[in-house]
């Protein structure tokens, strides 16, 4: 008899175990098909091989699930959108304003090379329960010091998790990106 429900419990300890692995990579995936394109940017070179898509999935199961089966989720302030080695940025200031956020940062920061005055900014507006995200449309520089988004018709009134992003001209290289925090 104690045989028997040894192996029973192992039985069930396997089976929650593949649970918990398929809905950890289902919740992975979710958050991460709303902002592909910027994954698809923000994690196109890497030091493994792979996807853009892969390696974005593996930094969010090693790093921002949290919870116990059932009740697994993604933290999106632990989540990236990209990972690399170009400066990120120093924010002075972000606003919102109805549909309108505004971000500003130090565009003169000493540590930052004479390489990377041209490098973009990418601001990304992410409603993750409703799985919206819109990024700006516009080429920002750095050097501008100063980014606006207006979010698109159906994101106006929903709070949106921000994350800034840094990429080179020929958008090989990013930085990590820098989660901004929930605005309403």
């Not at 990972?83 to 540590?111: E, F, M, N, Y």
Request: hydrophobic share 40%; aromatic share 6%; proline share 2%.
């Amino acid at each position: 008899m104690k045989i028997l429900a040894i192996q029973s419990s192992k039985k069930s300890n396997i089976e929650n175990g593949r649970q918990t692995v398929r809905l950890k990579f289902q919740k992975a995936r979710q958050f991460l098909n709303p902002v592909n394109a910027i994954i698809q940017i923000g994690f196109a070179r890497g030091k493994n091989k792979g996807t853009a898509i892969g390696r974005a999935m593996s930094y969010i199961l090693h790093s921002a699930m949290e919870g116990l089966f059932p009740d697994i989720t993604v933290n999106a302030s632990q989540a990236r959108l990209s990972a690399g080695v170009i400066s990120g940025l120093r924010v002075t200031d972000i606003s919102r304003v109805g549909k309108s956020i505004s971000v500003s940062w130090d565009p003169q920061v000493s540590r930052v090379a004479c390489t990377e005055h041209d490098d973009r900014v990418l601001l990304c507006a992410y409603a993750v329960e409703q799985e919206l995200a819109a990024v700006n449309e516009e080429q920002v520089w750095r050097k501008v010091g100063k980014l606006q988004l207006e979010l698109p018709a159906g994101m106006e009134q929903l709070g949106v998790h921000l994350y800034l992003i840094v990429h080179d001209r020929s958008k090989q290289n990013c930085s990590n990106s820098q989660y901004l925090g929930w605005y309403n």
